[in-house]
């Protein structure tokens, strides 16, 4: 039998708009707001695992360690998170704790074919399994297993980093194939020993193949939704470890004690770790009203919640607010005016205790033309784009259409131009 941490979607680094300017020390390092909450949690992580070095054997990331790079964001992770990542598992690596981590879509360099948790290696019991050094080599023919053992705890852990079928189609043409059989002929062994799978997917983009979730795995440790999620009887996604967007304003974030044994069920334990407190609504703009009004509201939204206490930054909340209204335009030029300094007023002084405070228009598609207007940020503020467009297509009813079938169709395009 082997106890081991499930920890995933670390994401250090993940940094938010519309948060406070400043800078926040924490163990002698300098972080922007959001930033330090990932790296808090990271640390305490850290330390819940040293303190438990006793009873875990292992501990396994299944993936998306840093947040950047990430798709339109290019850049490495902060000096920052990258510092607090390798004094985290330094401290495993002198507790002799073995930390087996694999890529997820964030955090590589796909231009220089690198990614950002390659040099962990340097650490003896930190090892890492990436997509450009160790995926590719297999698709390239080596086919050597992506496996860590455990001799003397009779485990082997076999490794499956983030793969995008379509990103490996555009690289070559047989590379999708090649992946697709690897996976198929993949065989685990079938001696008396604790099989371990890591990887980094979800079914709904389709990067979670459905022939890693058919093995026999005793326990499949899952990232890249970040929602805690039990998927299967013996596969669990643990979930981020902060709340990264604002459609995981109701999620506990989570990482998970495995206990697992050849041939019999996992024994799992959620541990819920501390998040910073998200709220997010809608309030309607009634176009009758003076600007003030729409202000007015919120302002009630924020005092009904008791946000008017003043700023202390470790309690301080993310709140998100759509606007929603029958708008015409010169009563949206006149209602920015009033936003932004609403905004100010929020963000800059102390009455209000919150970090980051995003507001904006929410588009009714109908009355709306498709075209943004300057200032505009609607993608960032549709909560659900499925169940919107849904609401949209039924409101125009097109009786020979198949709803599910249109609301499906949108709901994959949005996922392909948005990732996770
Ligand atoms: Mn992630």
Excluded at 243 to 272: N, S, Y
Excluded at 324 to 350: C, S, V
Excluded at 365 to 371: A, N, R
């Amino acid at each position: 039998m082997v106890n081991f941490l499930h920890v995933s979607d670390t994401h250090l680094g993940c940094t938010a708009s519309d948060v406070r300017h400043m800078t926040i020390k924490y163990l002698n390092m300098n972080f922007q707001p959001i930033e330090f909450d990932f790296a808090r949690a990271y640390w305490k992580i850290i330390t819940y695992a040293i303190e438990k070095k006793d009873e875990i054997d292992f501990i396994v990331h299944s993936g998306d360690f840093y947040h950047y790079p990430f798709l339109r964001h290019p850049h490495p992770p902060s000096e920052a998170s990258r510092n607090i990542a390798v004094k985290g598992l330094k401290r495993l690596d002198r507790a002799g704790i073995p930390t087996i981590i694999i890529d997820g879509n964030h955090g590589i360099f796909h231009s220089r074919r690198t990614s950002t948790i390659q040099s962990f290696e340097v650490l003896e019991n930190v090892k890492v399994f990436t997509f450009w050094d160790d995926l590719i080599n297999i698709l390239q023919g080596n086919k050597k297993p992506l496996i860590y053992n455990l001799e003397e705890k009779d485990c082997i852990v076999h490794c499956f980093p983030f793969v995008n079928t379509k990103y490996l189609g555009s690289l070559s043409e047989d590379a999708k194939d090649e992946y697709l059989n690897w996976l198929k002929t993949y065989s685990i062994s079938p001696k008396d020993v604790t099989e371990i799978g890591i990887t980094h997917g979800m079914k709904l983009d389709e990067t979670l193949p459905a022939e890693l979730l058919d093995k026999d795995f005793d326990y499949l440790a899952v990232g890249h939704n970040h929602h805690f999620e039990k998927i299967s009887k013996n596969a669990y996604n643990a979930g981020a470890i902060e709340r990264w967007r604002f459609d995981e304003a109701d999620q506990e974030k989570v990482i998970l004690e495995v206990q697992a044994e050849h041939g019999e069920l996992p024994k799992v334990t959620p541990i819920t770790l501390d998040s910073r407190p998200m709220l997010s609504t809608i309030i309607d703009a009634n176009t009758d009203d003076p600007p003030s009004a729409v202000v007015e509201k919120v302002h009630k939204y924020l005092n009904i919640h008791k946000l008017a206490t003043g700023f202390d930054f470790d309690s301080a909340y993310r709140v998100k607010i759509g606007v929603k209204g029958d708008m015409p335009h010169t009563f949206w030029a006149r209602f920015n005016a009033e936003l932004t300094e609403l905004y100010n007023e929020i963000i800059r002084k102390d009455d209000y205790n919150i970090l980051q405070f995003s507001i904006g228009r929410i588009s009714d598609p109908i009355t709306e033309d498709l075209e943004l207007k300057p200032g505009e940020e609607v993608e960032y503020l549709i909560e659900n784009p499925e169940k919107d467009f849904r609401k949209f297509i039924e409101k125009i009813s097109p009786e020979d259409y198949d709803i599910d079938l249109l609301t499906k169709l949108f709901s994959e395009a949005v996922k392909r131009v948005e990732d996770t």
